[in-house]
């Protein structure tokens, strides 16, 4: 198993209080990864700190072997780490295809000039990115809104955008954070089904966090568990699911 990400030590603190506390993990080229834990864990504040939205006072994040702990968030996701978000962030008042492009405009390299007049290099780059867009819609079985304003969209099908956001970028790794909070049982199916294909016909690691446990517990090859800011156990779903410290954390009582 061939490492692709890799927090170390990582200790992260808002005034008084510890969000993260020497938390290290490793996660391996494909495989879905989770991170569950109660309310307040610390499960949004790690996904903040790999994708360079927090910094963390201590500890190190490594990329592919690249210690990337003091690059701006920019640069991680050039290096191919994309994050979907609990909270959807998108561009409401914009389609479904511009929102898509915009995923991409990290990997498009005419300037200012030549993406203006719409010439040369700057349409052929504009057309293959567009081939690689709508291949994106077709995987996400989202042609019928393409067009659609994204604003004016159902929670489920916004959060289908913001998925094909992130494929945009033509990731290694996503870092999704709840992408199943609030979907109906059909729309958490679908977004079961995407995951998986993500995962084993694009060879996308994902890092997840989900609070559906029966989703974790079907379709992760391994869990992390943390608990005001601690990590406290790691391991298989069966193994992680079986851990008194775990079940403690979740039903506030000994075993």
Sequence with gaps: ???????????????????????????????????????????????????????????????????????????????????????????????????LMLGAHIHMKSGVLSGGIYWGFAEKEELAFREKIEEIIDFLEIEHIRYAVTGQLSYGLQKRVELGRALAMDPKIILMDEPMAGMTIEEKEDMVRFIIDINEERDITVVLIEHDMGVVMDISDRVAVLDFGKKIAEGKPEEVKNDPKVIKAYIGEEI
Aim: no cysteine.
């Design 1 to 99: 198993m061939e490492e692709i990400l890799r927090v170390d030590n990582v200790f992260l603190s808002f005034g008084g209080v510890n969000a993260l506390f020497d938390v290290s993990l490793t996660v391996y080229k494909r495989e879905i990864f989770s991170i569950i834990g109660p309310n307040g864990a610390g499960k949004t504040s790690l996904l903040n700190s790999i994708s360079g939205f927090y910094h963390p006072q201590r500890g190190s994040i490594y990329f592919e072997g690249k210690n990337i702990t003091n690059l701006p968030s920019h640069k991680r996701a050039e290096l191919g780490i994309a994050r979907t978000f609990q909270n959807i962030e998108l561009f409401k008042g914009m389609t479904v295809l511009d929102n």
